[in-house]
């Protein structure tokens, strides 16, 4: 699959202007064996991730002290979107729409539920407890009172006093732990050590995957090196199917973990058929199914068994993800008494 763009445009689009570029190659059924042919191509060809033997300590340091009691259960929420290099020494990128805030707010309100929280995000994105933050916190919130001293705003006071709080009480007290990424062959790497170092607490994990993946990349052997010339008046950029890892990581990586997936379409009519579709052929627990420009007033959780609309109480200036995750973690509870029976 080609992809023409000019060679000085900043190559930074959405999903979905990518997705009309590669309409033409979706929906090509892959068997699974060679699913796994191609997922091992993915991994034996990316670039090994910066220090993965420091991750994967962290996971399991973070597991074990999660691991008691053992009710405990861990949620691993993916947040912000991946980017797809254009080059190896990277200037360009293809990336995917997402701000965190999904990501980040569910974060929260998991850690509420009493949830042990994986946050796995892109660097720069939307951060747990800091909703009530201005743009550019540092900036915005702080203000010199001499040359040497600075103090918080009045107006900020209170939000940056429990922004910073909270933050400190979940990860100082074990409960959170952050680990960021760029690209997507660093967060399909992270997310599989995750997934395999939570195998070890079984169905108690479940998988929230918020983050907004890329579907095409260019695979790393195939990049070039440096950063493309401009001079011809077409850039022609091979972008091949990112292997689906979401069947992966039902199948192979963490069978018996809870794992709710999202589709996002920006047509409505669409939207409940695709996500359907995504239950089935991924095997998840539920999809959470939203459109783009209401995302944060409504979403529609799709399972088996029914479609529950969810939307945010206007009444309380609530977020909608307060009633999502409240409903997610009554269905995660159900589902691991539900296997505690078949064991
Ligand atoms: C989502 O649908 C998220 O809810 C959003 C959140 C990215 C819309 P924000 O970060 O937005 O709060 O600004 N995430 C998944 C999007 C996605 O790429 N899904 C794939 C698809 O739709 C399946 S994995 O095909």
Request: proline share 5%.
């Amino acid at each position: 699959m080609v992809a023409r763009l000019t060679p000085d445009q900043k190559v930074a689009c959405s999903i979905h202007e990518i997705l009309i570029l590669m309409d033409a190659a979706k929906g090509l059924e892959v068997p699974g064996e060679t699913l796994e042919a191609e997922a091992k191509a993915f991994f034996d060809s990316a670039p090994p991730l910066q220090n993965s033997d420091g991750i994967t300590q962290q996971l399991d340091q973070f597991i074990q002290r999660n691991s008691s009691p053992s009710t405990r259960r861990i949620v691993c929420v993916t947040s912000g979107g991946t980017t797809a290099p254009l080059e190896q020494r990277c200037v360009r990128y293809v990336d995917n729409f997402s701000s965190g805030h999904r990501g980040a707010t569910s974060t929260e309100y998991f850690l509420k539920a009493g949830y042990a929280v994986i946050f796995l995000y892109r660097k720069r994105s939307f951060q747990p407890f800091c909703r009530s933050l201005p743009d550019d916190p540092l900036l915005e919130c702080f203000k010199p009172t001499d040359e040497s001293n600075i103090q918080v705003c009045e107006a900020y006071s209170e939000a940056v006093k429990r922004a910073v709080v909270d933050h400190h009480n979940a990860v100082a007290g074990g409960l959170l732990l952050k680990l960021p990424f760029n690209t997507i062959f660093e967060y399909l790497q992270m997310l599989q050590i995750i997934a395999m170092s939570m195998r070890c607490i079984g169905p108690r994990a479940m998988f929230y995957l918020a983050a907004a993946v890329s579907d095409y990349y260019v695979p790393w052997k195939e990049m070039v090196e440096h950063k493309i010339q401009s001079g011809s008046h077409l850039l022609d950029v091979k972008l091949i199917q990112v292997p689906k890892m979401l069947s992966m990581l039902r199948k192979d990586w963490a069978p018996l973990a809870f794992c709710i997936s999202f589709k996002l379409e920006t047509d409505s009519n669409i939207l409940l058929n695709k996500a359907g579709a995504a239950l089935e052929k991924y095997k998840m627990d539920a999809v959470v199914a939203n459109e783009l420009s209401s995302r944060k007033e409504q979403v529609v959780v799709v399972t088996s068994a029914e479609k529950v609309t969810v939307q945010r109480d206007k009444n309380r200036s609530d977020n909608v993800e307060n009633p999502l995750i409240k409903l997610l973690s009554e269905k995660h509870a159900i589902y691991i008494e539900h296997s505690g029976r078949c064991v």
